[in-house]
């Protein structure tokens, strides 16, 4: 067993064990009230932590909570700190050079920071008004659990900073964890039986909402686990444009819905399928034909991202050993980015 599917098959307890961790941490109603007060909300992050923010910024959206997602190196380096805003900033180490030099520009601009992190000791936490802390196992190397980890934490907030967040809701979001505990030996001989995955397909990964997380999340994992390239987009955004790229054996994963627009994204699927694509379906109660179908469990409105994004983890490590390249190590990325500029080499990063 590579050290990545280990770490896959122990995602769902782990967060399990983070959100209740979270729920009972009074820092989270501490960052909830930093929250509330701001005119304007900035989350950030960088790399898969952004990947978790753009499941944060979702739920902002979807409760009507003012806020942007910013790429951590953009914000430092072409944005300025506004009056009124508030900025979460999740990242697993606290320790990258982005996230260091972001928490001095909110010290000298006086921007509170709410910091959600599974290093309580980083330069990150230090420079927070408010720490969130996971408590979690940090993964083997590639980002599986600390990515949802992130996400999971931070839409706790923002719900709880909107009055959503209570004892049946946390309660629920842990059942769909548990469930998707005893789908993953489903998830895995699907996976492994379906023509869906190749050695070296051209691969597209769509969702919508929060879901668009998991696809790029899964984006980058085609480009650390399994050494191949891949393209992440809304489902809305491919059929303008980007879908001229269909031809036989094109490889589309798509993220459905639990609700919204779910017939019009199978209209999608079918008229791919016409045209000789393979599809892979994720969701919960699929029904629409597909070359593979990964069903999630059920979960409260918004939080199928906590899980919709497994199966296609367990699709990247199966990929990569199709290709027979190293999942569990980085050949030119070190653990955590702490220099800028060129590729981060041993020298001029380490983590």
Not at 243 to 267: G, H, K, S, T
Request: proline share 4%.
């Amino acid at each position: 067993m590579s050290k990545l599917l280990a770490d896959i098959e122990r995602e769902p307890a782990e967060l399990a064990g983070v959100l209740a961790r979270v729920d009972r941490d009074p820092a989270l109603g501490a960052a909830a009230a930093i929250v509330a007060a701001a005119r304007q909300v900035v989350i950030t992050g960088i790399g898969s932590s952004w990947h978790a923010g753009m499941a944060v910024a979702a739920r902002c959206a979807a409760l009507g909570i003012p806020a942007t997602l910013a790429d951590a190196s953009d914000l430092l380096h072409f944005a300025a700190l506004a009056p009124g805003q508030a900025l979460i900033v999740l990242s697993r180490s606290g320790a990258s050079v982005e996230i260091v030099g972001l928490v001095e520009r909110a010290r000298v601009a006086g921007t509170p920071v709410v910091a959600i992190t599974n290093t309580p000791t980083s330069a990150l936490a230090r420079g927070a008004q408010v720490v969130i802390g996971l408590g979690a196992t940090f993964d083997h190397a590639i980002s599986i659990g600390m990515y949802s980890a992130l996400a999971v934490a931070g839409t706790a907030l923002i719900e709880r900073a909107a009055g959503r967040w209570d004892a049946a809701r946390r309660d629920a979001i842990a059942a769909a964890l548990a469930e998707a505990g005893r789908r993953l030996p489903g998830w895995s001989a699907a996976i492994a039986d379906s023509p869906w995955l190749a050695r070296d397909a051209s691969t597209y990964f769509l969702a919508r909402d929060a879901s668009l997380a998991s696809a790029s999340e899964t984006r980058l994992l085609w480009e650390e686990a399994a050494k191949a390239p891949a393209t992440a987009l809304t489902t809305g955004h491919f059929r303008h444009g980007p879908q001229e790229i269909i031809r036989r054996d094109l490889r589309v994963a798509l993220w459905l819905d639990p609700a919204r627009l779910r017939r019009a994204d199978l209209d999608l699927v079918a008229d791919l399928r016409r045209h000789e694509v393979r599809v892979a379906l994720i969701g919960h109660a699929l029904d629409g034909a597909a070359d593979l179908a990964l069903d999630v469990p059920a979960t409260p409105e918004g939080w199928q991202f906590a899980v919709d994004c497994i199966p296609a983890q367990l699709m990247a490590e199966r990929v990569a050993r199709l290709r027979g390249v190293d999942c569990d190590g980085f050949t030119y990325c070190p653990y955590v980015i702490t220099g800028e500029g060129g590729l981060a080499a041993a020298g001029r990063a380490g983590a």
